[in-house]
């Protein structure tokens, strides 16, 4: 798979979406293809909003949000500081679509370009446990999904990610500009965790999107990159110009505005946005309580993801301070203050593809996987550190074991003139109790010096298969173990 950002990452959202409804969530609107279009879109949708909320207030209080919306004090301002607080449950409501051009890469080389699709929905409660006003403190939630789940349609591609029965609780932690998501009962899987982790607009962090001193209606004030980084879920803000102004104040709720573009990098690959917010927030309850997003993105081909143009639009309706239904507090989470190694592994496990499963760290991302076949790259800072490839090599007659010799000469066989100078050589078991060989080899180019660490792993039965990590010489050090954690929790079907 490839890897996106919120239009779901490449290795799970360079797959599938055919628009259609999500389970008990409203759906986006008919799909746009134009990037004004889907701006106008959101301004609709917003003034039909405002109707239905018109609507049902009483005449007084129309009344007297009328006075108060025509006054002509022009230096009249409005406070608006959110009143969320820990232990605050939130009802959120979420859908996303998307629309674009995606140029996929299979082997490291880029292919034609593929018309894309995208519908995701998501419902959850959100209970705050950790929430301060400062940008540079760290948040904390847990949340119970009712719904997560996406279709994402490439090409004649499909895929539907949604989240397992038994990790319906995610805790979201953010610390220093970084958000992180796992959950309780266990690693979630690769799409998993990108099906709701790439999403923009983290409903976490849009408090960091009001005014920090009161406002005037038509005043502006600017978005910082520590709000902006992780609300676009990127990994870095070179430029950006992106700018809130207040529209106006009518039956209680404010109207915030917020445009401009940003350049930045995700994965390693340059980004350039424009990025279009508008949402309401209510003056008495003092949340935001709607919030509409477009976006349109052209970013270059990664060394884990493809090149995207794109434009995708986000709706997004939360019912603050609610009575829970879902995280009653009767119902007891563990909610650790930082998420621990455990926490953060993902763990591979495709039964239509590959016949094996395995823990990973999740600075390794899939780019390549079909049956028979699974590859990952390993990036750190944005920076390829190595490439694993995992490959299924049948099954021997567990009387007659393979042995380093079998499995040199095998190597040498296959790879040719490309077989370098053996390094070393081991046998052992892993933590799994397979028979594992070990070999490294280093060639003998000085441009581009690598080492191979090619692994032959034998199960009980006969079953093999071969785990190969590459590596260039001067990062070993930094590479560490990196390949222990694959090996030693692999396990075949």
């Keep these: 798979m490839l890897r996106f950002r919120f239009y779901f990452a490449a290795l799970l959202f360079c797959f599938g979406l055919t628009l259609v409804g999500m389970i008990g969530i409203e759906r986006c609107s008919a799909q746009e293809t ?18 239905q909320d018109a609507d049902k207030k009483t005449s007084d209080e129309n009344k007297a949000s009328k006075t108060e919306s025509s006054q002509s004090d022009d230096a009249k301002t409005y406070s608006l500081i959110s009143r969320r607080t820990t232990g605050t449950v939130d009802h959120v409501e979420v859908t996303l679509e998307a629309v674009g051009d995606v140029a996929q890469f299979l082997e490291g080389k880029e292919s034609h370009s593929n018309k894309m699709e995208i519908l995701a929905g ?83 962090l849009l408090d960091r999107l009001l005014p920090p001193k009161e406002v005037r209606v038509g005043e502006i004030w600017k978005i910082s990159d520590e709000t902006l980084c992780p609300l676009l879920t990127l990994d870095a803000i070179e430029t950006q110009n992106v700018e809130a102004s207040l529209v106006e104040v009518k039956n209680h709720i404010a109207l915030v505005d917020i445009k401009g573009d940003v350049e930045g990098a995700y994965l390693g690959a340059a980004s350039a946005m424009d990025v279009h917010i508008m949402y309401q927030f209510d003056m008495q309850i003092r949340r935001i309580i709607w919030l509409g997003l477009v976006i349109t993105e052209s970013r270059s081909l990664g060394n884990v993801g493809p090149a995207v143009d794109l434009i995708a639009k986000l709706s997004l309706k939360v019912q603050p301070d609610i009575a829970p239904e879902r995280l009653k507090p009767d119902n007891k989470i563990n909610v650790p203050e930082e998420p621990t190694k455990e926490n953060l592994q993902l763990l ?48 021997i007659d567990a009387d007659k074991p393979s042995t380093l010799e079998s499995f040199r000469a095998d190597l040498k066989k296959g790879l040719g003139d490309n077989f370098g100078k053996v390094i070393s050589e081991q046998e052992g078991k892993t933590k799994k109790d397979y028979n594992e060989l070990r070999i490294v080899v280093g060639n003998n ?15 009980k039965d006969g079953k093999q298969a071969v785990i190969a990590f590459v590596v260039q010489s001067d990062k070993l050090e930094t590479f560490g173990e990196s390949d222990r954690e694959i090996v030693d929790s692999f396990e075949m079907r």
Excluded at 445 to 459: A, D, F, H, K, R
């Design 34 to 51: 134009d990037a004004s279009q889907m701006e106008n879109a959101l301004v609709s949708e917003l003034r039909d909003k405002d109707n």
């Design 122 to 204: 998501f419902r959850y409660e959100e209970r705050t446990e950790k929430f301060d006003g400062d940008l540079k403190s760290p948040l904390l939630s847990v949340r119970y999904y009712d719904v997560a789940k996406a279709k994402i349609q490439i090409g004649n591609q499909l895929n539907s990610p949604a989240l397992d029965a038994n990790k319906k609780i995610i805790i979201c932690n953010v610390n220093g500009g970084q958000c992180s998501f796992f959950a309780t009962s266990g690693p979630l899987k690769d799409n998993q965790l990108l099906l709701i982790e790439d999403i923009p607009a983290n409903t976490l």
């Design 348 to 395: 591979y496990d495709s039964t239509d593809k590959g016949a094996w499963r395995f823990l990973h760290n999740r600075n390794w991302y899939i780019i390549y996987d079909e049956p028979g076949g699974t590859k990952l790259r390993l990036l750190r800072n944005g920076e390829l550190l190595s490439q694993c490839d995992v490959a299924q090599m049948g099954k």
């Design 445 to 459: 180019s000085e441009s581009l010096p690598l080492v191979w660490i090619y692994y032959l792993l034998t199960q």
